[in-house]
């Protein structure tokens, strides 16, 4: 594998440098403390969790009693134990903790198992649950989200989102391609699973260790569960062992449940599901299905394009309607559509609630047009690349046959910042993509079993939360007598490295090394009201909030600084842990003004404030300004495909992302290659599927029970899975826009790369199939979905999942 970096400007002292993550190193000797390693305080019980067997009934009772006998077990609490509210959505209240009268999948919890041993609940669940229980079925469950919203199942209204009149430019375009796309979801599978622990403190308060990405919507859960007003409720969480997404909203059942019985009992309680119960319980990626019906010239480009989008939202609302609605704003990805008609649906289905997951619908979004205009350059026999160029976005000023400037999105935002053209030119000719498209042609041509598949796909990703108001970030930084400094905001560290880019920012300020700067666990009692570390603005705002309050200081101390040497404050320069003057007749050690400082009572802490500027977003006509830039990348795939079989092998991936002047380009390749590995094995390898309600004894008994529930049975890729040939590069440029330092975030984009080994493999299918073939490959391109595709080109098959 290689890497490479390069920034528009050079690097200062601190920013712009591969700097280490500041816990790598108590990651590789085992000492960086998760929360299950948080010594356990003296009494501290052990929760586990009952859960439905059935996917769709009426819960009629649960046998406390049964349960108490069980060895070890002080308490259950089900729904009428919950002294406030029952219910975690984050959005709509239609979310239970604890089930109550209806049952919505297999896996819902039911009742909340207490005891004195993690064991000894886990055993009463398992071996007295089923008798404890008294369930009755309602029907046969509704499992996937075509069959719900041909139902009319839905757990909100749909989206709609047009410009121009598609269906008029579809009907006067010379081609035409229709189609469908089958989309499968993702499990987050993090690898330190969901967990809570809740201390009860003094004066009927609560101190809950949570892994989670948002916590204070675990605050507000906490005290809407036990009643109390917020100022009660301490949520803390330094570190996560992942999350990419599914501690968004999650966690909140795991921190509601543990502080509940904590609460009640008056000792510390812990919550930690094992692997199965977690898949179990929490949702994941949404599965899309997709309809699409284009108009299109002779050279590919779209002169007419609907979309219709289901979305499987699972049995409650969570997070759907922001996830739909970002899948829809990201259709476009990198291409001008200037007569569009999108529709998106969120199906109520009998599984576990969807969630959050990186990229949050951008992938679902993007993945459908990728999709559409492979299948058009198939059916013109021309290079995919050549059609998707074809369809870029153009530059301000640049118009359409009907004068329409060709950098507006649909929702009505402009591109201002348009790469695309000049950064996939520069990946297409490092990854010699023309002489290797020549040499795979070859190689196929003599190959009958293996095919070869080359792909070159592009990435256009809005960076903001689709709400306004979450934009928003605070940050202390505290200023030690010694010179050392101390930072908290509202971030959470969950391994992706933004505690060192906010170190970093913080030490640049101050012109420290960064080894003087140390940030803190996320505490709701040190920054409050915080935004969820999500939607990749967390070095965004976060370390804008920091570099806010270490300039504050730096102007306080820099007025000290100038007061004894008698110059004028900006005159003051801050570097390498010295203080000098710009005149050089002055330097002191920073710690030494400091203490000058503190002597002077001069305030050596301060807080700091950003919020996103710009952003405006209207819902009910999904039209505004939602993104504060772009994030642009493109990547290069290659694989092998036994036709035979199915199975593929990734032979090479050639990487080029804009991360804008990279802050860390250690951190930003890390995550560069993270997000490709983790999209590639979404698209390729990770299934998931239920139980379906067959009328067989086993379909009727086992109905709605997830079956690819435990690393045994889910399949996510391994460093085996990585391509040989790895190469990984930045692309040289700055945010056009004030963001921190002009970095750009890089946690989500970059996953979109991974579409290319997706449609490579779809590549070398085509090319077993000969001239004009467009593969019905459906996603992920499990062996299955391989096999499925050949044979239905080679035998004629009705095309469920492409052209028809």
């Known amino acids: 594998m290689t890497a490479t970096a390069t920034t528009a400007t050079a690097a200062t002292s601190v920013i712009g440098r591969p700097l280490p993550h500041e816990s790598a190193a108590l990651h590789v000797a085992g000492r960086a403390p998760y929360i299950d390693d948080l010594p356990e305080l003296a009494g501290t019980l052990h929760g586990a969790l009952l859960l439905s067997p059935i996917a769709h009934g009426r819960l009629l009772g649960v046998d406390k009693a049964a ?14 134990d919950i002294p406030g509210t029952n219910d975690c959505g984050p959005v709509v209240h239609d979310d239970p903790l604890l089930a109550d009268g209806a049952l919505r999948h297999v896996g819902q919890p039911v009742a909340l198992v207490v005891a004195r041993t993690r064991d000894q609940a886990r055993a009463a669940c398992a071996q007295a649950g089923a008798a404890a229980l008294r369930v009755e079925r309602v029907g046969a469950p509704l499992l996937d989200a075509r069959s719900a919203h041909a139902a009319g199942v839905h757990v909100l209204p749909s989206l709609r989102l047009a410009r121009g009149d598609a269906a008029a430019a579809r009907a006067a375009a010379p081609q035409r391609l229709q189609g469908t796309f089958s989309l499968g979801g993702q499990e987050q599978f993090y690898l330190e699973g969901q967990i809570s622990y809740a201390l009860p403190q003094e004066d009927g308060g609560m101190l809950v260790h949570c892994s989670t990405q948002h916590p204070s919507e675990m605050q507000h859960v906490v005290a809407h569960v036990l009643g109390l007003a917020a100022h009660r409720v301490q949520v803390q969480c330094r570190r996560m062992g992942g999350g990419f997404g599914g501690k968004e909203s999650q966690s909140a059942l795991f921190a509601g449940l543990a502080a ?51 979305a499987n939202a699972g049995h409650s609302a969570d997070l759907s309607a922001a996830v739909v609605s970002r899948a829809l704003c990201h259709f476009d990805n990198a291409y001008w559509l200037g007569d569009v008609a999108m529709a998106g649906h969120m199906a ?22 990728e999709y559409l205009l492979d299948g058009i350059a198939r059916r013109l026999g021309r290079d995919p690349l050549d059609v998707r160029r074809a369809n870029f976005y153009g530059q301000p000023g640049e118009v359409d046959a009907q004068g329409r400037e060709r950098c507006v999105t649909p929702y009505g935002q402009r591109v201002e910042d348009n790469i695309i053209d000049a950064l996939v030119s520069d990946l297409e000719a490092r990854s010699a993509y023309r002489a290797r498209r020549a040499e795979i042609d070859a190689f196929n041509a003599g190959s009958p079993v293996l095919k070869r598949g ?17 934009n928003q970030a605070g940050a202390q930084v505290h200023i030690y007598t010694d010179g050392s400094v101390l930072v908290n905001h509202g971030g959470t560290e969950m391994g992706q490295g933004l505690n060192t880019k906010v170190a970093m920012v913080v030490a640049e300020a101050l012109g420290l090394p960064p080894q003087q700067v140390r940030c803190t666990a996320t505490d709701t009692q040190k920054v409050a009201n915080t935004s ?18 270490a300039l504050t200081l730096r102007g306080r ?19 390498d842990g010295r203080v000098t003057s710009a005149c050089g007749t002055h330097a002191r050690d920073f710690a030494d003004l400091v203490n000058a400082a503190y002597l002077q009572r001069v305030q050596l802490w301060s807080d700091g404030f950003y919020a996103t500027p710009g952003l405006h977003w209207d819902r009910t006509t999904l039209t505004g300004h939602p993104f504060y830039y772009y994030a642009w990348g493109a990547a290069v795939s290659e694989v092998l495909v036994d036709t035979l079989t199915g199975e593929h092998r990734l032979l090479r991936a050639d990487l080029l992302h804009d991360v804008g002047a990279s802050l860390n380009p250690a951190l930003d390749i890390g995550q560069v290659e993270g997000a490709y590995i983790q999209g590639m094995g979404w698209l390729t390898m990770e299934e998931l599927w239920w139980q379906p309600d067959d009328g067989s004894p086993a379909g009727q008994r086992h109905a709605g029970r997830l079956m690819t529930h435990a690393p ?16 990984v590069a930045l692309w040289d440029g700055r945010c056009g826009v004030d963001t921190v330092h002009r970095s750009k975030a890089v946690g989500e984009p970059p996953l979109l790369l991974g579409f ?21 490959l459906r996603a992920p391109a499990t062996p299955e979905a391989v096999l499925d595709a050949l044979a239905a080109l080679r035998v004629g098959t009705p095309l469920r999942h492409g052209d028809r």
């Open 67 to 80: 349960l108490l006998a069980r060895p070890g077990v002080v308490a259950v609490y089900v729904a009428a």
């Open 260 to 310: 509940l019985a904590a609460a009640d009992l008056q000792c510390p309680v812990k919550l930690r599901p094992d692997r199965d119960d977690d898949f179990a319980i929490t949702g994941r990626r949404h599965g899309f299905e997709f309809d699409v019906d284009a108009g299109f010239d002779d050279e590919g480009r779209l002169q007419g394009v609907s979309v219709e989008m289901i």
């Open 348 to 369: 109520r289905t009998h599984t576990q609630s969807n969630t959050a997951f990186r990229g949050f619908g951008g992938p679902q979004g993007a993945l459908a047009i």
């Open 454 to 470: 080359l792909a070159l796909t592009p990435v256009k990703f809005g960076i903001s939360f689709n709400v306004a108001h979450l």
């Open 532 to 549: 969820a570390t999500a939607a990749s603005t967390g070095a965004d705002l976060n370390g804008k909030a920091a570099q806010a309050a």
């Open 557 to 575: 101390l820099a007025a000290v600084a100038a007061a004894g040497w008698g110059v004028a404050p900006e005159a003051v320069r801050f570097a």
């Open 712 to 727: 045994s049975t889910y399949k996510i890729p391994t460093a085996l899975d990585c391509p040989p040939q790895f190469h």
């Open 756 to 776: 290319s080994a997706f449609f490579a493999i779809r590549d070398a299918i085509a090319a077993a199939a000969g001239p004009g073939a467009v593969p019905p």
